[in-house]
């Protein structure tokens, strides 16, 4: 079973990993993503259903089944990052972070004193957790390098649904300024030697995002992986 260390030592060092993404708040759901062989499962506390209170019982699950947890928080606030942490989350996703302005809050509230703000105490805290800052806007992506440069920012996460509204484009890999926004993000993270995590919709997509770069890749959803073999299995049926 990964420890937190060799999970951050394996994501510093940009190994590539594959991951899936929670929005049902169950420790038997994401228990079962786990088991597929994935190397973390990220709880999504900004759009899914889970709250604070499923973290410890989800986490455990995660981790008995052999992958990291971690969380996408609802927003970029010492508190919501600091709970995630605290119950059980090897490291956080921090979503609508624009600048390197916002990226050093971000950072200073994962990280304890002298070098952050973080409040220790947690019970089920990992001891060195880790930070990934989203680059879902425009203005993100502009202000990429100086938020590269912040001490304590691992790496970067990005969310193409909602880089594609910032950009006003189709979302879609095919769409060439989505395209050239996220062939941005791979070489800015190369350049500065840190992880490029993304989102993909489908492992066909996830392939193509992992040469292109990205060492960080989620490959599958929960909700979206029932409803589509659903579908699937039900159109056999009926054919």
């Not at 942490?85 to 916002?102: R, T």
């Not at 095919?174 to 791979?186: H, Q």
């Not at 992880?195 to 292109?212: L, S």
Request: charged content about 20%; aromatic content about 4%; hydrophobic content about 50%.
């Amino acid at each position: 079973m990964p420890t937190a260390a060799a999970f951050r030592s394996r994501l510093v060092a940009r190994e590539l990993l594959f991951g899936g993404w929670s929005v049902i708040a169950s420790p038997l759901s994401v228990g079962l993503l786990a088991a597929a062989g994935l190397d973390y499962v990220v709880i999504d506390l900004q759009h899914g259903a889970a709250t604070e209170a499923d973290l410890p019982a989800m986490t455990t699950a995660i981790r008995l089944a052999g992958a990291a947890p971690v969380a996408r928080v609802r927003y970029a606030s010492t508190a919501d990052i600091g709970r995630a942490l605290d119950l059980g989350c090897e490291g956080v996703i921090v979503p609508n972070v624009d600048g390197a302005a916002q990226a050093r809050q971000v950072a200073s509230a994962v990280r304890y004193p002298p070098a952050g703000h973080r409040s220790a105490g947690g019970v089920l805290a990992a001891a060195e957790p880790f930070c990934l800052v989203m680059a879902e806007s425009a203005g993100a992506v502009a202000d990429l390098d100086a938020t590269l440069a912040v001490d304590g920012v691992d790496g970067i996460y990005v969310g193409p649904r909602d880089l594609s509204l910032s950009l006003g484009c189709a979302y879609s890999p095919d769409d060439p300024e989505l395209d050239r926004a996220l062939r941005r993000v791979w070489a800015a993270c190369a350049a500065a030697g840190k992880p490029v995590g993304v989102h993909a919709t489908d492992g066909a997509v996830a392939r193509r995002f992992a040469e292109a770069g990205s060492t960080l890749v989620t490959t599958v959803a929960d909700g979206a992986a029932i409803t589509r073999d659903a579908a699937a299995q039900l159109g056999r049926a009926r054919a």
